[in-house]
């Protein structure tokens, strides 16, 4: 839809009537104008049938010769808003008549009002329908008994244009976001489909990682001399450090690096439901609504410093640390295969609690949504 919204003074000189009363003339009866008829039309008084196009709000007598009076005899400015369709958008929505132009701008008229800063009871307008054939459209002309009331910013077209538009487009855009929805959930379908392949894999392997295991280690030993609650935030400083540099490997595992991918992709479409802007991809380690993985990890190397012996740590140690760089024993490995497992419940899980946060959305908020999305609009 397009709106133009251009005002005339008492000194102005409309291109099409020569003065603002016949500016009014020009637009009730120009060819094209559709004139709505007086049977079964108790509010429109005036005229005889047929005489001229305009229309206002209900019961407001519709006299050519004294609408033009009035309007060149107002001393403040009087707008002349255009709304504008496309043809086949005008068919399809129903907005190819007078009548429903007419019903749709008297529903409205205290918004427009409002976006005009005009006291609803001030507020003067009348208007016609233009049955063009390419672009079929409505002038309105707007004013205040009130001279000096009227301000209308660019904010204030904006919002006209939007109250407007939103309704003509109303079913057409709970159209679309009903197959944005659609296509969205099925995007996710797939996402987490693959995610619970990729859980059901890790699930069936064993991994192996030296510089983790490395890494465990020296966290199990810390854990083993550690006083307190044995959680993350409740470490020192250089063991968080440890936890926070098993868990930057362990992203990078290409089963757990593609699970947290596909994790992202989930979040993005749910956003996408409100807008078009995607979340920042935040490293996982870095990710707040991963800390249950750094803190699996304290959890694992708990459990396995409780089934080892110092005597034990302290021979794994010279392994790692000896000469000749020797591979530390298949049990170690132990730990990576049991934090992928946990480190990939934690994400799907997660990916699940995203999906129930998604809301039913009614048709007005579906409305708003998609007003700010679309391209349908266009300032002029």
Same mark, same amino acid.
């Given at each position: 839809? %397009?709106?133009?919204?251009? +005002?005339?003074?008492?000194?102005?000189?409309?291109?099409?009537?020569?003065?603002?009363?016949?500016?009014?003339?020009?637009?009730?009866?120009?060819?094209?104008?559709?004139?709505?008829?007086?049977?079964?039309?108790?509010?429109?008084?005036?005229?005889?049938?047929?005489?001229?196009?305009?229309?206002?709000?209900?019961?407001?007598?519709?006299?050519?010769?004294?609408?033009?009076?009035?309007?060149?005899?107002?001393?403040?400015?009087?707008?002349?808003?255009?709304?504008?369709?496309?043809?086949?958008?005008?068919?399809?929505?129903?907005?190819?008549?007078?009548?429903?132009?007419?019903?749709?701008?008297?529903?409205?008229?205290?918004?427009?009002?409002?976006?005009?800063?005009?006291?609803?009871?001030?507020?003067?307008?009348?208007?016609?329908?233009?049955?063009?054939?390419?672009?079929?459209?409505?002038?309105?002309?707007?004013?205040?008994?009130?001279?000096?009331?009227? +301000?209308?910013?660019?904010?204030?077209?904006?919002?006209?244009?939007?109250?407007?538009?939103?309704? %003509?487009?109303?079913?057409?855009?709970?159209?679309?976001?009903?197959?944005?929805?659609?296509?969205?959930?099925?995007?996710?379908?797939? +996402?987490?489909?693959?995610?619970?392949?990729?859980?059901?894999?890790?699930?069936?392997?064993?991994?192996?990682?030296?510089?983790?295991?490395?890494?465990?280690?020296?966290?199990?030993?810390?854990?083993?001399?550690?006083?307190?609650?044995?959680?993350?935030?409740?470490?020192?400083?250089?063991?968080?450090?440890?936890?926070?540099?098993?868990?930057?490997?362990?992203?990078?595992?290409?089963?757990?690096?593609?699970?947290?991918?596909?994790? +992202?992709?989930?979040?993005?479409?749910?956003?996408?439901?409100?807008?078009?802007?995607?979340?920042?991809?935040?490293?996982?380690?870095?990710?707040?609504?991963?800390?249950?993985?750094?803190?699996?990890?304290?959890?694992?190397?708990?459990?396995?410093?409780?089934?080892?012996?110092?005597?034990?740590?302290?021979?794994?140690?010279?392994?790692?640390?000896?000469?000749?760089?020797?591979?530390?024993?298949?049990?170690?490995?132990?730990?990576?295969?049991?934090?992928?497992?946990?480190?990939?419940?934690?994400?799907?899980?997660?990916?699940?609690?995203?999906?129930?946060?998604?809301?039913?959305?009614?048709?007005?908020?579906?409305?708003?949504?998609?007003?700010?999305?679309?391209?349908?609009?266009?300032?002029?």
């Amino acid at each position: 839809m %397009i709106l133009k919204a251009p +005002y005339y003074s008492p000194r102005s000189t409309p291109k099409n009537g020569g003065t603002r009363g016949g500016y009014a003339e020009y637009i009730s009866t120009r060819e094209g104008v559709e004139v709505l008829p007086r049977g079964g039309m108790a509010d429109y008084v005036g005229e005889r049938r047929g005489s001229n196009g305009l229309f206002s709000d209900e019961g407001v007598p519709i006299v050519l010769s004294q609408v033009k009076a009035e309007i060149d005899n107002h001393p403040g400015n009087v707008w002349g808003l255009v709304f504008s369709l496309k043809r086949e958008d005008a068919e399809r929505l129903g907005y190819n008549s007078a009548r429903q132009w007419m019903n749709l701008l008297r529903s409205r008229r205290n918004d427009i009002a409002q976006a005009m800063r005009i006291a609803p009871g001030n507020l003067r307008w009348y208007a016609a329908y233009h049955d063009k054939e390419d672009h079929p459209h409505v002038h309105m002309l707007v004013w205040s008994t009130r001279p000096k009331e009227p +301000y209308l910013s660019k904010d204030g077209i904006e919002t006209i244009k939007r109250t407007v538009a939103g309704d %003509i487009f109303r079913q057409n855009l709970i159209s679309i976001y009903d197959e944005q929805t659609r296509i969205r959930d099925d995007l996710r379908a797939r +996402y987490r489909e693959r995610m619970r392949e990729i859980v059901e894999e890790i699930s069936r392997h064993s991994y192996r990682c030296p510089p983790m295991e490395l890494l465990f280690l020296e966290l199990t030993g810390r854990l083993k001399k550690a006083k307190g609650k044995k959680q993350y935030g409740y470490l020192d400083k250089n063991t968080k450090k440890i936890v926070d540099e098993i868990v930057k490997i362990l992203a990078v595992q290409p089963d757990l690096a593609e699970l947290y991918d596909l994790w +992202y992709k989930c979040k993005c479409e749910i956003s996408r439901t409100y807008t078009d802007a995607n979340p920042i991809k935040i490293p996982i380690e870095e990710n707040k609504e991963f800390k249950s993985i750094r803190n699996a990890v304290v959890n694992i190397a708990v459990h396995y410093g409780e089934k080892m012996s110092d005597d034990e740590l302290t021979e794994a140690k010279k392994t790692a640390t000896g000469k000749n760089n020797a591979t530390l024993p298949p049990k170690f490995g132990g730990y990576i295969t049991s934090l992928m497992r946990h480190a990939g419940s934690i994400i799907d899980t997660s990916s699940a609690m995203e999906d129930s946060k998604v809301p039913a959305v009614d048709s007005k908020l579906k409305r708003e949504i998609e007003q700010k999305k679309r391209g349908e609009m266009r300032m002029v």
